[in-house]
């Protein structure tokens, strides 16, 4: 499944990965594929532009013991 999403003036994919999906890492390759050509307009996309973006499942946290250094 893929999201719709559109770059405000000057943004980049990486921006728009962050603004819309809360991250970058592992996404903006993505986008890259999924959207084909839009890397010929530069690394400052122009208002307006549409791109598809990749759907992200929330990475699951995992637990870490807590040490306590001092009283």
Known sequence: MTI??????GETVD?????VLGR?????E???ELNPGIAALGPRL???T??????????ATAMRE???LWD
Do not use: D, K, M
């Open 4 to 9: 719709t999403a559109t770059a405000r003036e």
């Open 15 to 19: 921006e728009v990965c962050w603004r």
């Open 24 to 28: 970058t890492g592992n996404v903006t």
């Open 30 to 32: 993505q986008v890259l």
């Open 46 to 48: 122009p208002g307006g």
């Open 50 to 59: 549409e791109l598809t973006l990749p759907e992200v499942a929330e990475a």
């Open 66 to 68: 807590t040490v306590q």
